[in-house]
């Protein structure tokens, strides 16, 4: 019994972590627009920015150890390849080994493209940053009447830079695919 209520309860909380439903998110009324403002911030806004900065994150530690890969095996194969004379002929064969690394590190840095994610999720959760920041503090003069008008104005434009980010998406791979064709 207490078991079935501790999945009960860990069920509601799992819920309570979902992406809220889109009526949460609905043009608010006189009364409630405060509250669904705070909603906003909270699971729509600040959520963004924690996943864009999540993942700019992560890309930079990708980007950062795959480069440093190529750069050191890099490095190291013409110091090899010089001293793999006839009892270190091995290290021939650990150059090749090497040289492996390097096309691998670089395939992958650009089939994933850990540079470009990083600095377009950097930018985007920057971009959000700023909006709040700037709406909440009044400190533009669409925002300065903290009513419902500059929260809506406010709403429009955190969607706008949100969906601005699978744009420079779209934009990076149609350059890429001409890259590709010249």
């Not at 006839?86 to 650990?94: D, R, T, V």
Request: proline share 2%.
């Amino acid at each position: 019994m207490e078991s079935t209520e501790r999945n009960a309860l860990s069920d509601a909380s799992d819920q309570e972590k979902k992406w809220p439903e889109a009526a949460e998110f609905l043009v608010p009324t006189d009364s409630d627009w405060q509250f669904l403002r705070a909603k906003y911030l909270e699971k729509r806004v600040q959520d963004q920015i924690n996943w864009y900065e999540k993942k700019s994150a992560a890309n930079k530690r990708w980007f950062h150890r795959l480069r440093v890969a190529t750069i050191a095996c890099g490095a190291l194969i013409p110091l090899l390849v010089g001293y793999a004379n006839n009892s270190w002929e091995w290290l021939k064969y650990l150059a090749g080994l090497l040289g492996v690394v390097v096309a691998i590190s670089e395939g992958l840095i650009s089939l994933h493209r850990y540079h470009e994610k990083w600095h377009i999720y950097r930018l985007t959760a920057e971009r959000l940053i700023r909006e709040r920041w700037l709406y909440e503090s009044g400190a533009s003069e669409e925002y300065a009447q903290r009513d419902e008008v500059a929260f809506r104005r406010f709403v429009q434009r955190a969607e706008q830079i949100m969906a601005s980010e699978n744009e420079e998406w779209r934009i990076l791979i149609e350059k890429s695919k001409e890259e590709k064709q010249a």
